[in-house]
């Protein structure tokens, strides 16, 4: 084995602590870790002690918990924090008009990371939180980012073994497809209990000056009325009004 080598695996086998950590459990014992990473415990003590030491844990009632180190990195990545800083006075602004719960999403990788919630649904049972992962081909946000996403991409994601969460959920390509190609004309997508039960939701892309995605915004609604989609307007003339502004990287009139 190389340097080089032995290098790469160091950082797999931290990045297998770190992602042991999720909503579901923000606080792990050592023994929890080792049964989540299927690690030694020798190694997941090792690793979790150097995490420690660099602030990227945090050890106390002998369990370890993300450390704040790991916040202050994620407040430095350029894409995540330009879109968050120019988006989220639009989004205060779709949340007075609407009365809902707003939210911000992006691409990464495969699935859609939820960035930022201006409001919370007080009637949300399990409400999404920041930092959280969705998947893109049943939720309104991931079907607005991917609608307008190269054809490449739109082509990789469809023709995975998409998997089902809800009997709404669309997992046939045919028929996902035919979707993507009604929201790029209507210019934005919805939701119906696809991706959970009872959760209805809108999103319309923020476009890039050259017409790429870079995001989404969506109104989001808890066993919603039948006319939850009334919120169109307002969202597409937001979603609209935060592409020109982070081309301009200037800030929405009150």
Do not use: W
């Amino acid at each position: 084995m190389t340097s080089t080598d032995g290098a790469d695996s160091y950082l797999d086998r931290l990045f297998v602590v770190l992602d042991a950590f999720g909503h579901d459990q923000d606080s792990l014992t050592l023994g929890q870790l080792v049964t989540r990473t299927g690690l030694p415990k020798t190694t997941v003590y090792r690793l979790a002690q150097a995490l420690v030491r660099h602030r990227v844990l945090e050890h106390a009632d002998r369990a370890y918990q993300l450390g704040p180190r790991l916040f202050e990195l994620g407040e430095l990545v350029p894409r995540v924090r330009v879109v968050r800083r120019q988006i989220k006075p639009f989004l205060r602004i779709l949340r007075d008009q609407t009365q809902g719960t707003v939210a911000l999403g992006m691409l990464d990788g495969d699935e859609v990371l939820y960035l930022l919630e201006a409001s919370t649904d007080v009637h949300a049972e399990n409400p999404l939180r920041d930092g959280q992962r969705i998947p893109v081909h049943c939720t309104a946000m991931g079907k607005a980012i991917l609608a307008f996403s190269p054809p490449e991409l739109v082509d990789r994601i469809v023709d995975l073994r998409l998997p089902r969460y809800t009997p709404q959920t669309i997992i046939d390509p045919r028929k996902l497809r035919a979707e993507l190609s009604l929201i790029r004309a209507q210019g934005y997508a919805t939701e119906v209990a696809e991706y959970r039960l009872d959760h209805y939701a809108i999103a319309a892309p923020v476009l890039d000056p050259l017409g790429r995605v870079v995001a989404a915004m969506t109104v989001e609604r808890e066993n919603a009325p039948r006319d939850f989609t009334r919120h169109v307007r307002e969202l597409r003339l937001l979603a609209h009004n935060a592409s020109v502004a982070l081309a301009h990287r200037r800030r929405p009139r009150p």
